[in-house]
Structure formats: C-alpha cells, structure tokens
C-alpha cells in the first residue's frame, strides 16, 4: 500500500521523466540561430574600427541579458575567438555528449576553429538545454546568483553566464539553454587530466563514484590547509545563498589535474602548502 506522500514523489518522477523525454531537440538552424545571438552579446563591448550599422534581427535571443552582462561580458574575447564570431556566417554550436549523463538534456559546445567537443580544453563554456523547472527557477534566482559570483571570497558554484532562447514559430519548438562556464577545463598551463572528471551526487554509489574510490581509496584526496580554508570561506557563502532560496546542490564536479610536483606527506603539505591544490572541487546546481 502507498501512503499520500510516496504517492506525490511517484507522481512527481513521472512528470519530470515525461517532461525529459519531450524534450525537443536543437536542430542546426537552432544552433546557428544561438551562435549568432551569443555573437552579438560578446560584440558589445569589443572596440570596432567600423562605422555601427543598424542591428541586424536576430532568431533568438538572450533572457535576463542586463543581469548577466557583468560576469558575461569580461569574457568577451575569449567567446569571440570560441564562438567564431569573426566569420560569416557564424558557425553554428556543436552537439556534445557527455558520459553517464543523467538529466537527458542537450550540451553544446562553441564552433569556432580549434574548438573539440571531446577536448574540454578546447572551450571554456557549455551550454546546457534547460527543462521546464529551471526556466520558472532562473528570473528570480540570477540576480541573486550573479552577485555571489563577484564576491570576494569567490564562488565554488559554476558560473552561469547566459540565459540563451530560440522561440518557438509555426514547424519548430521553443528551445531554451544556460551557458555555463565549463569547469572541465584543465586550469592555464596545466597538464591534461588522466582522470574524467568525477560527477559526485552523494544519493548513491553511481559509476562516478565508485571511479573515484578505485582511483584514490577510502581515503580520498587531501588539499592544503590554506587552500581548505579559502574553499571553505567560499563553500560558507554559497551555502547561505542556496539556504536562503531553499535549494539543493546535488551534483559536486571534482576535477583533478597533476601538478608536476612529486607526491608530498600530508604533514609535510600543511607546513608549507605550495601554490596550487592538488583537487579542483566545482559544485554546479
């Protein structure tokens, strides 16, 4: 016998599988139509030679673009070059799988040259489709979350930087997207990793975390103290944001780079940390 409140979570799976398997598709017209309106959104504050024409109408669009310009935009030739903007017409984003993905949305990826969608240190953002839960959540939660980012204690949440929406017109549907920072990244002028990164959900053993235990052991991976602490600072102030709006953080993205450095004791890493932790921990929502 179910009692009411299996009964809601039953029903409330069932809804969000449905709404997953519904989930349209961005076809390459899509893809190109994103791609031009990232395009237009990074060429703001780039200085220009040329005399301003009058803006072109574009498919889609960005939402919420004021709120999210004062952490988009400081990345705006670094997008410029990804994205491909110089060319005409402006290649379209590429699909991206991703392993053990569990959410059935679609990843995106830059297409402008040098970018490999199954090198992540080929693009510094990802795109991810949102679904229905996400598109209600994001207007009254972005101009709480974009502020966070730009706290001086930093931020372990990865970095939302743009609402993308391709609206819906007779023969195609609405298609909506977030761009994220891609916290696969291999960190400047460090080594490819050996290790995918490891997707930690602490509901249970998933593939990801049994990877991890075969990889390190029980004991797991040790940061320096003065790294610990400043992840902590910045850990304590997301956390109170999340508290606040009452949400979860699931999903915890470990990503570990070697450092070139020989293996040290523990003890001997607390005296005298170094410049660079060993682990680079992002939690995403």
Same mark, same amino acid.
């Given at each position: 016998m179910w009692d009411a409140q299996q009964l809601v979570l039953l029903l409330s799976s069932l809804r969000v599988s449905q709404s997953l398997s519904n989930s349209p598709a961005c076809s390459s017209e899509c893809r190109q139509a994103l791609a031009e309106a990232l395009c237009a959104e990074v060429l703001v504050p780039l200085p220009t030679d040329q005399e301003e024409e009058a803006p072109v109408p574009l498919r889609a669009r960005l939402m919420l673009a004021e709120e999210f310009r004062?952490? =988009? @935009?400081?990345?705006?030739?670094? &997008?410029?070059?990804?994205?491909?903007?110089?060319?005409?017409?402006?290649?379209?984003?590429?699909?991206?799988?991703?392993?053990?993905?569990?959410?059935?949305?679609?990843? &995106?990826?830059?297409?402008?040259?040098?970018? @490999?969608?199954?090198?992540?240190?080929?693009?510094?953002?990802?795109?991810?489709? &949102?679904?229905?839960?996400?598109? @209600?959540? =994001?207007?009254?939660?972005?101009?709480?979350?974009?502020?966070?980012? =730009? @706290?001086?204690?930093?931020?372990?949440?990865?970095?939302? =930087?743009?609402?993308?929406?391709?609206?819906?017109?007779?023969?195609?549907?609405?298609?909506?997207?977030?761009?994220?920072?891609?916290?696969?990244?291999?960190?400047?002028?460090?080594?490819?990793?050996?290790?995918?990164?490891?997707?930690?959900?602490?509901?249970?053993?998933?593939?990801?975390?049994?990877?991890?235990?075969?990889?390190?052991?029980k004991r797991g991976l040790h940061v320096a103290a003065v790294h610990a602490d400043t992840h902590s600072v910045a850990l304590r102030g997301d956390l109170a944001l999340l508290t606040a709006r009452k949400l979860v953080d699931y999903s915890f993205l470990v990503n570990v780079f070697p450092s070139g450095a020989p293996p040290r004791p523990c003890a001997q890493m607390q005296a005298n940390p170094g410049p660079t932790p060993t682990p680079t921990p992002s939690p995403y929502p």
């Open positions: 004062p952490i =988009l @935009q400081p990345r705006a030739a670094e &997008l410029y070059n990804e994205l491909g903007c110089e060319a005409q017409p402006v290649p379209p984003l590429q699909p991206k799988g991703v392993d053990d993905g569990k959410s059935a949305m679609s990843f &995106l990826v830059p297409g402008g040259p040098g970018v @490999q969608p199954h090198d992540a240190g080929t693009y510094s953002i990802i795109i991810k489709q &949102l679904n229905a839960q996400d598109m @209600q959540l =994001l207007p009254s939660l972005v101009p709480q979350l974009v502020p966070r980012y =730009l @706290q001086a204690e930093g931020s372990l949440l990865a970095r939302f =930087l743009g609402w993308l929406r391709d609206p819906p017109a007779p023969g195609r549907f609405q298609f909506d997207a977030i761009v994220m920072e891609n916290v696969a990244r291999p960190p400047p002028g460090g080594a490819s990793s050996p290790w995918k990164t490891f997707d930690m959900k602490g509901i249970r053993l998933y593939p990801h975390e049994m990877r991890f235990g075969r990889e390190f052991g």
